[in-house]
């Protein structure tokens, strides 16, 4: 599923649990069931987690990390190109430090 399906689908699903409380129970206690429903065909192994917003909770999702993903000091690296004293003919500006991940050596 492509990430424009998934918003549109989680939209859909978002949407109808607004109208429906029955059907937002059943997306609360068994979210392949509710995507079923809506004529969308989860694969077997594919679990889906959906939570309620309530007064006094905050729900934050740490997304899947990839290695392909550029780091943040990398990212500024790049961003505004050389620069400064680099487009002036003088000495290109120090890059950052590379950043470790965590975890790793």
Known sequence: MSPTQEEKLKDELITRAWKDPAFRALALKDPN??????????????????????????????????????????????AGGMGGLGQLGGSSPTPPPKTRRLGSS
Do not use: N, Y
Not at 64 to 70: A, I, P
């Open 33 to 78: 069931r509710a995507l079923i429903e809506m004529g969308a065909q989860p694969p077997a192994d594919f679990k889906v987690t959906i939570l309620a917003d309530e007064p006094g909770r905050l729900h934050w999702v740490i997304p899947v990390e990839s290695e392909e993903e550029l780091l943040e000091a990398d990212l500024e690296a790049v």
